[in-house]
């Protein structure tokens, strides 16, 4: 019977599905995050979010400045343009100064944002739409 030992940093590492990173409340961070995995900001980050997989900024949080990152979920305030691959959901305590970009957005009741919106397109897409024109009875 053949005995397999996993390695010391495959129980450190966990895979990066469930890998889940976490700015506390009370901290100040100014930089950039890049990376794959989970992250949750529940303190104040200054800078550019650039991932694959999921953001929270949590209930209270802060962050100023470009996000990219799957799944986005705002809880507390964003000052700054979100790109998502997938889904954005602005919660009701949620508030964003700045442009969305995403397949689909999910905005709570209560929610505040200011900016643009583009969800629902496939890249490049959006360019496609036939504007009309007046005039125009081939409609």
Known sequence: MAYQRKSAQADQFPSSENRESLIAPGLTI???IKGTGHVRIAG?????VSMKGDLTIEQGAH???????????VRGEVEG???ATAR??????GVLTGDVKASSLTVAAGSRMRGKVEFGWDE???HKIVPI???D???
């Open 30 to 32: 100014e930089g950039k």
């Open 44 to 48: 104040r980050f200054k800078g550019e």
């Open 63 to 73: 962050i100023s400045g470009e996000i990219r990152a799957e799944n986005i979920v």
């Open 81 to 83: 343009h979100i790109h």
């Open 88 to 93: 954005v959901e602005l919660s009701e305590s």
């Open 124 to 126: 490049g897409e959006a």
């Open 133 to 135: 024109v007046d005039g």
């Open 137 to 139: 009875s081939s409609l």
